[in-house]
């Protein structure tokens, strides 16, 4: 499927009460992505028939959580350093039967993740490693046929990508399902109007 801006755009409007009610859903952890980020990537993946997620740095499991309750299929979130946030992570994340927790670098368990999924149709969400060079690496080493899609978290760059939460024109308007985001930690607005960035690449 080919997907323009349109078609996004049109998502959006579709989802908007689902992606409202997860927000009210959602208790604040600090740290996490902004919500509209994370649903930039999963919007991508119901589009593309992504039926299985891997993410690589989960943190205090805020994205994590937000793919479990949009999707009903696998999740498996690989962690680094597990003893930064997982106290506060692990306890949530356990409560849902389609996350899977991994206390390792995605270089050494994503490929083994994928080629053990290959009837799977993946989305990857990269928030660990942080910065270009890093995350080139990881999308070169887990660049397998089954991979649909890629996201990748706190990129300001806009080239080389098929969507970017700063370059799509629709996207202000539903700032406010980061509200609760806002509230909690004001200083977050620092940030920019829209964030750090999430950069998405189809594959």
């Keep these: 499927m080919k997907l323009s801006k349109n078609i996004l755009a ?4 579709t989802n908007e009460k689902k992606f409202q009610r997860i927000v009210d ?8 992505v902004w919500y509209t980020d994370a649903f930039l990537f999963l919007s991508i993946c119901d589009l593309l028939e992504v039926d299985m997620i891997i993410e690589s740095g989960r943190a205090w499991g805020v994205s994590t959580e937000l793919f479990a309750k949009y999707f ?14 997982d106290d506060i992570a692990r ?4 409560k849902y039967d389609n996350v899977k927790l991994y206390e390792n670098c995605i270089f050494n368990v994503g490929r083994d993740i994928i080629r053990n999924n290959y ?6 969400f990269i928030d660990g ?15 397998y046929s089954n991979v649909k899609v890629m996201g990748f978290h706190d990129r300001e760059d806009v080239e080389e990508c098929d969507f970017h939460t700063f370059t799509l024109d629709f996207l202000p308007s539903y700032m406010y399902l980061n509200n609760k985001i806002f509230e909690k930690d004001p200083e977050q607005r620092d940030n920019g109007k829209l964030g750090w960035g999430c950069l998405v690449k189809i594959k």
């Design 25 to 32: 859903e959602m208790d604040f952890r600090p740290c996490g």
């Design 72 to 85: 009903d299929f696998e999740i498996h979130s690989v962690e680094r350093v597990p003893d930064r946030a």
């Design 119 to 124: 009837d799977k149709n993946i989305g990857i």
């Design 129 to 143: 490693p942080k910065g270009k060079m890093a995350q080139d690496n990881a999308e070169e080493h887990l660049d």
């Design 10 to 13: 049109d998502y959006w409007k």
């Design 91 to 94: 306890p949530v994340l356990e």
